[in-house]
């Protein structure tokens, strides 16, 4: 008799843990979605140190997945979503960057020599 | 309970008071370097109008994270939050950067297209008066049809000596690439600086090819898409004439135009 209340509450335990955490699919798509993209744009381990904190962050939470500590799993997925997003924007804005680079250098170019043939 | 494990217990709760401690201050300091952040990004009108739903998320991240860190045992949560709205605020900046440069670039490439009419405009004239010039006088330029393909070689009097800036002599020479390269879009040229043999190799190696961009350069700034120039330097290899004469020298020093063919199929490098 007195042994029944222990039952119930190691089964509501039971069923918290796993409302609290089920398994993070839907982020680890978003994460490996975000990794794709970032790749896209050129951002690689070596140059962009952001993308190697998401591909390791990444691997961490298939890890994760595989032993059903879905908690992990999600929480090292929504960082490396962002840390790859990060990396992307980064590459982006030095793309950016260097097209205004050239631009200029063409512009001062075109000045001198519009300056010159007058 | 005997002494031994009260001990015992008391240590073990010690022992976590402190972890929880230690867990606490690094999210503690996580959650307000991420506040100061987000108060940045959150004051830059730029950002405010360039990466809203960005700013918005990091707000939300940071809301959630400030909530967790009133309950007990939750730093590893915080400090994730914290995280998260870092990285927001971050994201958010870059991308402002990214857009505010590209608004940048547009206005320059407005700024260029003008420059390039303008200096377009002031070459026509300038080969308008120069037109009585004795052909010779302009360029010595010939296109013949090599095993390269097209050549057209531009000579040595377009060069002050030694420099790898073309005279405005050229003028009317690069005028006329330019519009064949229009007339035939598919086409692409291939630009070889070469050299006589007087110098140093590296200084001839460079000079070849410092000319042969500065062609390209020009070009270029007529408004050829630099995809369809490539530019090598020669230095003083492949003359065309003994470099014994200064006749010969100055035939070897030269820039030749090869141009593809119709299809933009380029004949092989030397």
Redesign the interface.
């Known amino acids: 008799m007195s042994i029944r209340p222990l039952f119930a509450a190691l089964a509501v335990l039971a069923l918290a843990g796993c409302a609290a955490d089920p398994a993070p699919n839907e982020q680890m798509r978003l994460t490996a979605q975000a990794l794709e993209q970032a790749k896209a744009v050129g951002a690689t381990a070596d140059e962009v140190p952001e993308m190697k904190l998401a591909e390791d962050k990444f691997n961490r939470a298939k890890g994760n997945m595989a032993d059903q500590s879905f908690r992990n799993a999600r929480?090292r997925a929504?960082?490396a979503e962002?840390?790859a997003?990060?990396a992307e924007?980064?590459v982006?804005?030095l793309k950016?960057?260097e097209?205004?680079s050239v631009?200029?250098t063409?512009?001062a170019?075109?000045?001198k020599?519009?300056g010159?043939?007058? | 309970m005997s002494l031994k494990t009260k001990a015992l217990g008391g240590l073990i709760l010690a022992g976590c008071a402190s972890l929880y401690g230690c867990a606490g201050q690094h999210s503690e300091a996580a959650l307000q370097e991420a506040g100061a952040n987000f108060q940045k990004v959150k004051e830059d009108s730029n950002v405010l109008r360039i990466a809203p739903k960005d700013v918005i998320r990091a707000g939300e991240s940071l809301a959630r994270a400030d909530r967790l860190s009133s309950y007990w045992g939750s730093g590893s949560d915080v400090a994730h939050y914290a995280y998260l709205s870092q990285r927001y605020s971050e994201i958010a900046r870059e991308h402002t950067d990214q857009v505010l440069n590209e608004e940048r670039a547009a206005k320059l490439e407005l700024e260029r297209q003008r420059l390039q009419l303008a200096l377009r405009e002031s070459k026509l004239l300038s080969v308008q008066q120069q037109g009585k010039w004795i052909e010779e006088q302009i360029v010595a330029t010939a296109t013949t049809q090599t095993d390269r393909g097209l050549v057209m070689t531009l000579g040595d009097v377009l060069f002050d000596t030694g420099e790898a800036e073309l005279k405005n002599s050229a003028n009317r020479v690069v005028l006329k690439v330019v519009q064949f390269l229009q007339l035939n879009p598919k086409r692409v040229v291939r630009i070889e600086g070469y050299t006589d043999s007087t110098g140093g190799k590296q200084e001839n190696l460079k000079l070849s090819r410092d000319r042969a961009q500065s062609v390209a350069d020009v070009l270029t700034d007529l408004g050829i898409d630099d995809k369809r120039i490539q530019v090598e330097g020669y230095g003083d290899e492949y003359p065309v004439d003994v470099n014994a004469s200064e006749r010969g020298r100055a035939q070897n020093r030269r820039v030749e135009i090869v141009f593809s063919d119709e299809k933009g199929q380029m004949g092989a490098a030397r």
């Open positions: 929480m929504e960082q962002l840390d997003r990060l924007a980064r982006l804005t950016s960057e097209q205004l631009l200029n063409r512009i170019r075109l000045r020599q519009v010159d043939s007058q």
